[in-house]
């Protein structure tokens, strides 16, 4: 069978057919292109728009939702073994040697502590003895107690460091404790049971590294509150004795609690000489209560670099990351895409 040779005319008019065809394709591709990226920016909006509504945020390159049922408590160990006064001169409002954040989920019906170190470095506000505003710095956290009257003002200056350092998460209620108060809270506990794992032979040989010891009130003193002359002197090392001490502690109070439901109120009036706080007695006895029925998660913690500053003073430096992390684990919930595409089509049928 002879093949039709096509004219040149002909092969002219096909190209011409062909050209249309394959730019209507492309034209018709690009087209498409645009409206899908249009339509994709159009969820991409919509699914901020509801993001920001909702109040999610970024940390550490995931989405996190914040936690709508909490509520946060801190709590001070004030580096004076003296009752609670105003302060009358510069030094005497004492420094936060201890400072315990706790984080109720009341949702969950769970609650976690975060150790903060008293060294970390953060924004403090300078207080005057009449407890008027004097400037900001970046110091030691513990310091925060230290500028003001040494009463509620030194606190309140405390828990803005704290928000500060966090985020600006907000704290709801304080207790400053000073540290005379050790042996009547280990008296009224009935003495915690440790471990010794420090040299404590220049303070309170009766501390033997290996023992397990029921604290007496003297010895609890020396556990919780000494530095100098124990073991290698830091503040890291007190902060773990500190943190060993606070869950015996936990588990007594919790076997009180279960027993006697008039012992959180006995507790709060026993420690009045040597506390200052915004916590009522009768909200700081249901609080007890509360926490001893709720599932404690255990205790969140940042990680960082110790140095020290230009008077060689101990120094902590938060690691940003770990630091965000705590944060997130503290007061938000992760937010994943797939509940955030479920929740924005409901969000769009009711506004529709």
Request: charged share 25%.
């Amino acid at each position: 069978m002879a093949h039709r040779i096509h004219s040149r005319q002909e092969k002219l008019k096909l190209y011409k057919k062909l050209t249309i065809t394959i730019a209507a394709v492309i034209i018709f591709c690009l087209a498409a292109v645009i409206v899908f990226r249009a339509i994709d920016r159009q969820k991409l909006r919509k699914q901020e728009a509801y993001e920001a509504e909702q109040g999610v945020v970024r940390i550490n390159g995931k989405k996190y939702l914040p936690k709508k049922n909490i509520e946060t408590y801190l709590f001070m160990g004030i580096d004076s073994l003296d009752k609670v006064k105003k302060a009358e001169d510069y030094g005497e409002s004492g420094q936060s040697d201890v400072l315990l954040l706790m984080v109720r989920d009341i949702s969950e019906g769970t609650f976690k502590t975060l150790a903060i170190n008293r060294n970390t470095l953060t924004n403090v506000k300078s207080l005057d003895l009449d407890n008027s505003y004097l400037g900001d710095s970046v110091v030691q956290i513990a310091l925060a107690h230290a500028s003001g009257d040494g009463l509620e003002a030194s606190c309140e200056n405390t828990v803005d460091a704290v928000s500060e350092l966090l985020g600006g998460q907000k704290i709801d209620g304080y207790a400053a404790v000073n540290m005379g108060a050790i042996s009547i809270i280990n008296h009224m506990a009935g003495g915690v049971t440790v471990t010794i794992e420090d040299d404590f032979s220049k303070v309170d040989p009766s501390l033997k590294i290996g023992d397990t010891v029921q604290l007496s009130d003297e010895q609890a003193v020396h556990y919780v509150h000494d530095r100098w002359d124990v073991a290698d002197e830091t503040n890291e090392n007190r902060m773990k004795r500190q943190s060993v001490y606070m869950e015996g502690l936990k588990k007594n109070i919790k076997e009180k609690c279960q027993t006697d439901s008039t012992y959180p109120l006995d507790l709060y009036n026993a420690l009045g000489d040597y506390m200052v706080t915004n916590i009522s007695a009768n909200k700081f006895s249901k609080l007890a209560l509360l926490v001893v029925k709720e599932k404690d998660e255990g205790e969140v913690s940042i990680s960082g670099t110790e140095g020290l500053d230009e008077l060689d003073f101990a120094t902590f430096e938060a690691d940003e990351e770990s630091l965000n992390a705590a944060i997130a684990e503290l007061f938000y919930k992760e937010y994943t895409e797939s509940v955030s595409y479920t929740h924005l089509r409901a969000h769009e049928t009711l506004m529709n």
